[in-house]
């Protein structure tokens, strides 16, 4: 087994393959504990984004791509055309363009890094990481540290949420003028409320499956916010000109039924809709309907580009050392594989140090002179010590070339 990974993004699936994919914040912690258990894998992280989802792994590439099917109930067939595979270093490096943000639709956005460390910490609490994964990853954190702070990659960021304000701009000329409803009291609505919460709109809701959680979020609004359950959407939607849902759930909170009845009691007035989630929140035909005007997060990539040009000649900078920084990791990787093996060669010294020293101590107790002893036992360690290397040497010939340069330099020997 090899570190490997397996995964698809924004930029090899479209949204519908994407969220197919997806493992939910409530299911993951028992994926990553199932592959990491699984024949595929002995360790495995799982990071599941709206843009990505990604398994990194200590395993058979094969074999995760399999359990990932499995696990989807999906045709093996029907996935593998949107998957990577990456090898040990490619992972590696994966990785660390990731974490900093090198790899994401909003080049150098700083949320990736929060969601690899809560995949991380999940993937810790399921003991589903041992030594491979953990050293990758705390190395990983500390690349992206250092190229945060070294370069300008995350300077004139337009992220996710700030674009969704300038989207919903594109319709509505004065936020200011508008009741916005949110679906969901994660980090990603957190995020978006914040930047619509400094517009003043009119109004504004949190929708949630418990509402400790939404009120805990409206409290931390700038402005007034009221709090409400997901059961209260069908009876209060058409009283929103924005809605923005970001959730976990498996299936679509909002049908295109329930907005087709929002809008007539709204006269027609037009409503924006942005769905973040993956899989998506709202249903996708809702964008048929006249006066709805519904975005996804591939809907996104246009808006997020702005300011691409200034972040591209940042983003130089920080790949030259996200390559330098993987080869001091694979580096060090390997200096690491030989632990075992000097390990092994120490403790074979000392088992022959240990039988002559026993020898020695048995002849001087019968009296033998110590002159006499210690020649005995340089001789019987020297032998002890050398008979391997010379027989292997005497077995290979003169024709292996390679092993004769190798003891060669081990012994510092000349060999003319």
Same mark, same amino acid.
Request: charged share 25%; net charge negative; aromatic share 4%.
């Given at each position: 087994?090899?570190?490997?990974?397996?995964?698809?993004?924004?930029?090899?699936?479209?949204?519908?393959?994407?969220?197919?994919?997806?493992?939910?914040?409530?299911?993951?912690?028992? @994926?990553?504990?199932?592959?990491?258990?699984?024949?595929?894998?002995?360790? &495995?992280?799982?990071?599941?984004?709206?843009?990505?989802?990604?398994?990194?792994?200590? %395993?058979?590439?094969?074999?995760?791509?399999?359990?990932?099917?499995?696990?989807?109930?999906?045709?093996?067939?029907?996935?593998?055309?949107?998957?990577?595979?990456?090898?040990?270093?490619?992972?590696?490096?994966?990785?660390?363009?990731?974490?900093?943000?090198?790899?994401?639709?909003?080049?150098?956005? #700083?949320?990736?890094? %929060?969601?690899?460390?809560?995949? /991380?910490?999940?993937?810790?609490?399921?003991?589903? +990481?041992?030594?491979?994964?953990?050293?990758? !990853?705390?190395?990983?954190?500390?690349?992206?540290?250092?190229?945060?702070?070294?370069?300008?990659?995350?300077?004139?960021?337009?992220?996710?949420?700030? &674009?969704?304000?300038?989207?919903?701009?594109?319709?509505?000329?004065?936020? @200011?003028?508008?009741?916005?409803? !949110?679906?969901?009291? %994660?980090?990603?609505?957190?995020?978006?409320?914040?930047?619509?919460?400094?517009?003043?709109?009119?109004?504004?809701? /949190? &929708?949630?499956?418990?509402?400790?959680?939404?009120?805990?979020?409206?409290?931390?609004?700038?402005?007034?916010?009221?709090?409400?359950?997901?059961?209260?959407?069908?009876?209060?939607?058409?009283?929103?000109?924005?809605?923005?849902?970001?959730? @976990?759930?498996?299936?679509?909170?909002?049908?295109?039924?329930?907005?087709?009845?929002?809008?007539?009691?709204?006269?027609?007035?037009?409503? !924006?809709?942005?769905?973040?989630?993956?899989?998506?929140?709202?249903?996708?035909? /809702?964008?048929?309907?006249?006066?709805?005007?519904?975005?996804?997060?591939?809907? +996104?990539?246009?808006?997020?580009?702005?300011?691409?040009?200034?972040?591209?000649?940042?983003?130089? &900078?920080?790949?030259?050392?996200?390559?330098?920084? /993987?080869?001091?990791?694979?580096?060090?990787?390997?200096?690491?594989?030989?632990? #075992?093996?000097?390990?092994?060669?120490?403790?074979?010294?000392?088992?022959?140090?240990?039988?002559?020293?026993?020898?020695?101590?048995?002849?001087?107790?019968?009296?033998?002179?110590?002159?006499?002893?210690?020649?005995?036992?340089?001789?019987?360690?020297?032998?002890?010590?050398?008979?391997?290397?010379?027989?292997?040497?005497?077995?290979?010939? @003169?024709?292996?070339?390679?092993?004769?340069?190798?003891?060669?330099?081990?012994?510092?020997?000349?060999?003319?």
């Amino acid at each position: 087994m090899q570190l490997t990974a397996v995964g698809l993004n924004h930029q090899t699936a479209p949204l519908s393959i994407r969220e197919k994919l997806a493992f939910t914040a409530a299911d993951l912690p028992e @994926a990553v504990h199932r592959l990491a258990h699984s024949r595929a894998a002995k360790e &495995a992280v799982i990071l599941s984004t709206c843009n990505r989802t990604e398994l990194y792994c200590v %395993g058979e590439t094969e074999e995760i791509i399999a359990w990932l099917a499995q696990y989807h109930d999906l045709p093996l067939e029907e996935i593998r055309p949107y998957l990577y595979t990456l090898d040990s270093n490619e992972t590696v490096r994966h990785a660390f363009r990731v974490a900093c943000g090198l790899d994401s639709m909003v080049l150098g956005e #700083p949320q990736i890094l %929060g969601q690899i460390k809560d995949a /991380v910490r999940i993937a810790q609490e399921q003991e589903s +990481m041992d030594s491979h994964l953990n050293a990758m !990853f705390q190395k990983t954190f500390a690349v992206a540290k250092e190229v945060r702070t070294d370069t300008a990659v995350g300077e004139n960021s337009v992220s996710m949420a700030s &674009a969704s304000v300038k989207m919903a701009e594109q319709i509505f000329p004065d936020i @200011a003028d508008l009741n916005v409803l !949110f679906i969901g009291a %994660g980090e990603m609505i957190e995020l978006v409320a914040t930047y619509f919460a400094a517009k003043q709109p009119k109004l504004i809701t /949190v &929708a949630n499956r418990t509402l400790p959680r939404a009120q805990e979020l409206c409290d931390k609004l700038s402005v007034h916010a009221e709090p409400c359950l997901l059961g209260a959407l069908p009876d209060i939607l058409h009283e929103y000109d924005v809605i923005v849902s970001s959730t @976990a759930s498996q299936l679509p909170l909002v049908g295109k039924g329930m907005v087709e009845r929002a809008l007539k009691k709204r006269q027609h007035m037009p409503v !924006f809709l942005l769905d973040l989630a993956v899989p998506r929140d709202i249903e996708a035909e /809702v964008a048929e309907l006249n006066d709805a005007y519904l975005y996804t997060v591939d809907d +996104m990539m246009e808006i997020v580009q702005s300011g691409k040009e200034a972040r591209q000649k940042a983003a130089s &900078a920080a790949e030259a050392m996200v390559e330098e920084k /993987v080869a001091e990791f694979v580096k060090w990787q390997k200096s690491r594989q030989s632990v #075992p093996l000097i390990r092994a060669l120490r403790d074979e010294g000392e088992r022959a140090r240990r039988q002559v020293l026993e020898n020695a101590m048995k002849q001087l107790s019968k009296g033998t002179p110590a002159e006499e002893v210690l020649e005995r036992l340089s001789i019987q360690l020297t032998n002890k010590l050398l008979h391997s290397p010379t027989s292997t040497l005497n077995k290979a010939g @003169a024709d292996d070339s390679n092993l004769i340069e190798t003891v060669a330099q081990i012994y510092h020997l000349d060999q003319h």
